[in-house]
T-cell receptor
Framework: KQEVTQIPAALSVPEGENLVLNCSFT??????LQWFRQDPGKGLTSLLL?????REQTSGRLNASLDKSSGRSTLYIAASQPGDSATYLC????????????FGTGTRLKVLA | DAGITQSPRHKVTETGTPVTLRCHQT?????MYWYRQDPGHGLRLIHY???????DKGEVSDGYSVSRSKTEDFLLTLESATSSQTSVYFC??????????????FGSGTRLTVV
Protein backbone atom coordinates (compact mmCIF):
# COMPACT_ATOMS: atom_id res chain seq x y z
CA LYS A 1 0.00 0.00 0.00
CA GLN A 2 1.39 3.38 -1.03
CA GLU A 3 2.21 5.73 1.82
CA VAL A 4 3.36 9.32 1.53
CA THR A 5 5.33 11.03 4.29
CA GLN A 6 6.34 14.64 4.70
CA ILE A 7 8.97 15.60 7.22
CA PRO A 8 9.16 17.93 9.06
CA ALA A 9 5.53 18.56 9.94
CA ALA A 10 6.34 22.21 10.68
CA LEU A 11 9.17 24.56 9.83
CA SER A 12 10.02 28.17 10.70
CA VAL A 13 12.69 30.08 8.80
CA PRO A 14 13.81 33.70 8.54
CA GLU A 15 12.91 35.64 5.43
CA GLY A 16 15.36 35.29 2.55
CA GLU A 17 16.46 31.76 3.33
CA ASN A 18 16.48 29.06 0.68
CA LEU A 19 14.66 25.99 1.91
CA VAL A 20 13.82 22.43 0.99
CA LEU A 21 10.66 20.53 1.78
CA ASN A 22 10.72 16.75 1.60
CA CYS A 23 8.23 14.17 0.40
CA SER A 24 8.81 10.41 0.57
CA PHE A 25 6.70 7.63 -0.90
CA THR A 26 6.96 3.90 -0.38
CA UNK A 27 6.14 2.56 -3.86
CA UNK A 28 8.03 3.87 -6.89
CA UNK A 29 5.27 2.78 -9.29
CA UNK A 30 3.71 6.19 -9.82
CA UNK A 31 2.39 8.14 -12.80
CA UNK A 32 3.27 11.51 -11.33
CA LEU A 33 3.70 13.60 -8.20
CA GLN A 34 2.03 16.91 -7.48
CA TRP A 35 2.91 19.66 -4.99
CA PHE A 36 0.18 21.85 -3.52
CA ARG A 37 -0.01 24.89 -1.33
CA GLN A 38 -2.82 25.42 1.18
CA ASP A 39 -3.42 28.68 3.00
CA PRO A 40 -5.36 28.55 6.30
CA GLY A 41 -9.08 28.05 5.69
CA LYS A 42 -8.57 27.76 1.95
CA GLY A 43 -8.47 25.09 -0.70
CA LEU A 44 -5.41 23.52 -2.29
CA THR A 45 -3.58 25.30 -5.07
CA SER A 46 -1.47 23.25 -7.43
CA LEU A 47 2.15 24.41 -7.57
CA LEU A 48 3.98 21.86 -9.68
CA LEU A 49 3.22 18.54 -11.35
CA UNK A 50 6.07 16.17 -12.20
CA UNK A 51 5.39 13.25 -14.53
CA UNK A 52 7.17 9.99 -13.75
CA UNK A 53 9.46 10.44 -16.75
CA UNK A 54 10.64 13.86 -15.55
CA ARG A 55 13.34 14.72 -13.04
CA GLU A 56 12.25 18.23 -12.13
CA GLN A 57 9.87 21.09 -12.76
CA THR A 58 10.35 24.80 -12.14
CA SER A 59 7.97 27.69 -11.61
CA GLY A 60 9.40 31.02 -10.55
CA ARG A 61 11.18 30.59 -7.20
CA LEU A 62 9.95 27.00 -6.89
CA ASN A 63 11.75 23.91 -8.10
CA ALA A 64 10.51 20.38 -7.54
CA SER A 65 12.62 17.32 -8.15
CA LEU A 66 11.62 13.68 -8.39
CA ASP A 67 13.76 10.61 -7.73
CA LYS A 68 11.34 7.78 -8.37
CA SER A 69 13.77 4.98 -7.65
CA SER A 70 14.47 6.23 -4.14
CA GLY A 71 10.88 7.30 -3.52
CA ARG A 72 11.66 10.96 -2.88
CA SER A 73 10.69 14.40 -4.04
CA THR A 74 11.89 17.76 -2.83
CA LEU A 75 10.35 21.20 -3.20
CA TYR A 76 12.99 23.92 -3.21
CA ILE A 77 11.88 27.47 -2.41
CA ALA A 78 14.43 30.15 -3.19
CA ALA A 79 14.67 33.43 -1.27
CA SER A 80 11.68 32.71 0.95
CA GLN A 81 9.18 35.47 1.74
CA PRO A 82 6.53 35.85 4.45
CA GLY A 83 3.92 35.34 1.72
CA ASP A 84 5.25 31.80 1.28
CA SER A 85 3.88 30.90 4.71
CA ALA A 86 1.37 28.09 4.17
CA THR A 87 1.03 24.32 4.36
CA TYR A 88 2.66 22.44 1.51
CA LEU A 89 1.34 19.01 0.53
CA CYS A 90 2.61 16.46 -1.91
CA UNK A 91 0.53 13.75 -3.55
CA UNK A 92 1.37 10.80 -5.78
CA UNK A 93 -0.79 8.97 -8.28
CA UNK A 94 0.04 5.23 -8.18
CA UNK A 95 0.04 3.23 -11.40
CA UNK A 96 -1.97 0.48 -9.73
CA UNK A 97 -5.66 0.78 -9.00
CA UNK A 98 -7.76 3.64 -10.26
CA UNK A 99 -7.33 7.37 -10.66
CA UNK A 100 -6.68 8.29 -7.06
CA UNK A 101 -3.94 10.38 -5.56
CA UNK A 102 -2.38 9.57 -2.19
CA PHE A 103 -1.60 12.62 -0.06
CA GLY A 104 1.01 13.36 2.54
CA THR A 105 -0.08 15.20 5.69
CA GLY A 106 1.88 18.30 4.76
CA THR A 107 4.61 20.60 6.04
CA ARG A 108 3.42 23.80 7.71
CA LEU A 109 5.87 26.56 6.75
CA LYS A 110 6.23 29.89 8.50
CA VAL A 111 8.58 32.49 7.03
CA LEU A 112 9.46 35.16 9.58
CA ALA A 113 9.87 38.78 8.50
CA ASP B 1 -10.19 27.70 -8.75
CA ALA B 2 -12.85 29.44 -10.82
CA GLY B 3 -13.63 26.19 -12.70
CA ILE B 4 -14.82 24.32 -9.60
CA THR B 5 -17.54 25.65 -7.32
CA GLN B 6 -18.55 24.02 -4.06
CA SER B 7 -21.80 24.84 -2.32
CA PRO B 8 -22.58 25.67 0.35
CA ARG B 9 -19.30 27.13 1.63
CA HIS B 10 -20.37 26.74 5.24
CA LYS B 11 -23.14 24.69 6.84
CA VAL B 12 -24.26 23.87 10.35
CA THR B 13 -26.66 20.97 10.67
CA GLU B 14 -28.14 18.82 13.39
CA THR B 15 -27.26 15.21 14.13
CA GLY B 16 -29.44 12.79 12.23
CA THR B 17 -30.37 15.08 9.36
CA PRO B 18 -29.42 14.38 5.74
CA VAL B 19 -27.05 16.84 4.10
CA THR B 20 -26.07 17.24 0.45
CA LEU B 21 -22.94 19.04 -0.71
CA ARG B 22 -22.56 20.05 -4.32
CA CYS B 23 -19.53 20.26 -6.55
CA HIS B 24 -19.93 21.93 -9.92
CA GLN B 25 -17.18 22.10 -12.55
CA THR B 26 -16.92 23.91 -15.84
CA UNK B 27 -13.69 22.14 -16.92
CA UNK B 28 -15.42 19.14 -18.53
CA UNK B 29 -13.10 16.87 -16.53
CA UNK B 30 -14.01 13.22 -16.49
CA UNK B 31 -12.85 12.38 -12.97
CA MET B 32 -14.23 13.91 -9.79
CA TYR B 33 -13.45 13.24 -6.14
CA TRP B 34 -14.71 14.05 -2.68
CA TYR B 35 -12.18 14.34 0.15
CA ARG B 36 -12.47 15.28 3.78
CA GLN B 37 -9.68 17.04 5.63
CA ASP B 38 -9.23 16.69 9.37
CA PRO B 39 -6.37 17.68 11.69
CA GLY B 40 -3.99 14.77 12.12
CA HIS B 41 -5.50 12.80 9.25
CA GLY B 42 -4.77 14.93 6.25
CA LEU B 43 -6.88 14.43 3.14
CA ARG B 44 -8.90 11.23 2.95
CA LEU B 45 -10.85 10.07 -0.07
CA ILE B 46 -14.57 9.52 0.47
CA HIS B 47 -15.88 8.67 -3.01
CA TYR B 48 -14.85 9.31 -6.56
CA UNK B 49 -16.38 9.23 -10.02
CA UNK B 50 -14.79 8.18 -13.30
CA UNK B 51 -17.71 9.21 -15.50
CA UNK B 52 -21.41 9.98 -15.50
CA UNK B 53 -23.18 7.46 -13.28
CA UNK B 54 -19.82 5.72 -12.58
CA UNK B 55 -18.75 6.04 -8.95
CA ASP B 56 -16.74 4.06 -6.44
CA LYS B 57 -15.85 4.13 -2.77
CA GLY B 58 -12.78 5.62 -1.23
CA GLU B 59 -11.17 4.85 2.11
CA VAL B 60 -13.77 6.55 4.36
CA SER B 61 -17.05 6.02 2.52
CA ASP B 62 -19.24 4.77 5.40
CA GLY B 63 -22.16 7.13 6.00
CA TYR B 64 -21.73 8.87 2.64
CA SER B 65 -23.25 8.41 -0.78
CA VAL B 66 -22.64 10.18 -4.08
CA SER B 67 -24.34 10.76 -7.38
CA ARG B 68 -23.21 12.03 -10.74
CA SER B 69 -26.02 12.45 -13.25
CA LYS B 70 -24.06 14.79 -15.53
CA THR B 71 -20.40 15.56 -16.14
CA GLU B 72 -20.39 18.90 -14.37
CA ASP B 73 -22.04 17.95 -11.06
CA PHE B 74 -20.94 15.59 -8.30
CA LEU B 75 -23.10 15.45 -5.19
CA LEU B 76 -22.05 14.14 -1.79
CA THR B 77 -24.83 13.14 0.62
CA LEU B 78 -24.47 12.46 4.31
CA GLU B 79 -27.39 10.16 4.84
CA SER B 80 -27.77 10.87 8.58
CA ALA B 81 -25.18 13.35 9.78
CA THR B 82 -23.10 12.53 12.86
CA SER B 83 -20.68 14.68 14.85
CA SER B 84 -17.76 12.62 13.48
CA GLN B 85 -18.61 14.00 10.04
CA THR B 86 -17.79 17.53 11.13
CA SER B 87 -14.99 18.36 8.72
CA VAL B 88 -13.89 20.38 5.75
CA TYR B 89 -14.94 18.74 2.51
CA PHE B 90 -13.06 19.28 -0.73
CA CYS B 91 -14.03 18.42 -4.25
CA UNK B 92 -11.33 17.80 -6.84
CA UNK B 93 -11.32 17.11 -10.56
CA UNK B 94 -8.79 15.53 -12.83
CA UNK B 95 -8.38 14.94 -16.52
CA UNK B 96 -6.23 12.54 -18.45
CA UNK B 97 -6.04 12.09 -22.20
CA UNK B 98 -4.54 8.62 -21.89
CA UNK B 99 -1.04 9.89 -22.55
CA UNK B 100 -0.66 12.67 -20.03
CA UNK B 101 -2.11 13.07 -16.59
CA UNK B 102 -2.89 16.70 -15.80
CA UNK B 103 -3.07 16.47 -12.01
CA UNK B 104 -5.73 17.54 -9.59
CA UNK B 105 -7.66 20.81 -9.38
CA PHE B 106 -9.41 21.55 -6.09
CA GLY B 107 -12.47 23.51 -5.10
CA SER B 108 -12.43 25.96 -2.18
CA GLY B 109 -14.06 23.57 0.27
CA THR B 110 -17.20 23.29 2.37
CA ARG B 111 -16.90 23.61 6.13
CA LEU B 112 -19.55 21.37 7.70
CA THR B 113 -20.39 21.38 11.39
CA VAL B 114 -22.72 18.76 12.83
CA VAL B 115 -24.16 19.72 16.22
Amino acid sequence: KQEVTQIPAALSVPEGENLVLNCSFTDSAIYNLQWFRQDPGKGLTSLLLIQSSQREQTSGRLNASLDKSSGRSTLYIAASQPGDSATYLCAVRPTSGTYKYIFGTGTRLKVLA
Amino acid sequence: DAGITQSPRHKVTETGTPVTLRCHQTENHRYMYWYRQDPGHGLRLIHYSYGVKDTDKGEVSDGYSVSRSKTEDFLLTLESATSSQTSVYFCATHQSDGLTNYGYTFGSGTRLTVV
